[in-house]
């Protein structure tokens, strides 16, 4: 089974703060994609990946930047963390044919 | 025009009866169609992917595609409770990556 591992399920950080999510998947995928989902406005697309070290925007990029420096591993950076980045964030991992396979989500707070 | 609908729902039926849970996309190029369901709380779960038009059945689920009239579907039938759940649409669209475009979701309760 595909398994992708994001490492906080819960976390509450502090307006201003710099947040790192972190997203391990374990069956060699060549894309890797962060999402972040909120109530009325579904899934959606914050950056994704296709290769190590390769990164493209999606529809909201703006507040986050991300990092790829080995192809098992997708982080999420929140440069200075912000209300509005209250959120659940989801990480996947797919071969390219498109499937996707979510990690658990990781519920951020932003006080 | 949003790239991916679906009705919002709730959709409710009763237990044993088929669901029907409809997705229309607008780029005519599309060439992949996944269903997720996400149960409350919880992260989406791929179920059915669909490729070529017609009909998939994988146990009690079969997804429908005709990309004529640029529409994908998901029966479900002999629906249990444990169906109940928010059923997404996913569509992968003509560029070089695999980016999918994803629907709001139908929210389905099967009802004992």
């Known amino acids: 089974d595909v398994k992708v591992t994001q490492s906080s399920r819960y976390l509450v950080k502090r307006t201003g703060e710099k947040v790192f999510l972190e997203c391990v998947q374990d069956?060699?995928?060549?894309?890797m994609f962060w999402y972040r989902q909120d109530p009325g406005l579904g899934l959606r697309l914050i950056y994704f990946s296709y290769d190590v070290k390769m990164k493209e925007k999606g529809d909201i990029p703006e507040g986050y930047s991300v990092s790829r420096e080995k192809k098992e591993r997708f982080s999420l950076i929140l440069e200075s963390a912000s209300t509005n980045q209250t959120s659940m964030y989801l990480c996947?991992?797919?071969?390219?044919?498109?499937?996707?396979?979510f990690g658990a989500g990781t519920r951020l707070s932003v006080l | 025009q949003k790239e991916v609908e679906q009705n919002s729902g709730p959709l409710s039926v009763p237990e044993g009866a088929i669901a029907s849970l409809n997705c229309t996309y607008s780029d005519r190029g599309s060439q992949s169609f996944f269903w997720y369901r996400q149960y409350s709380g919880k992260s989406p779960e791929l179920i059915m992917f669909i490729y070529s038009n017609g009909d998939k059945e994988d146990g009690r689920f079969t997804a429908q595609l005709n990309k004529a009239s640029q529409y994908v579907s998901l029966l479900i039938r002999d629906s249990q409770p444990s169906d109940s759940a928010t059923y997404l649409c996913?569509?992968?669209?003509?560029?070089?990556?695999?980016?999918?475009?994803f629907g709001p979701g139908t929210s389905l309760s099967v009802i004992p």
């Open positions: 069956m060699d995928h060549e894309n």
């Open positions: 996947a991992s797919s071969l390219a044919q498109g499937s996707q396979y």
């Open positions: 996913a569509v992968k669209t003509k560029t070089s990556y695999d980016k999918v475009i």
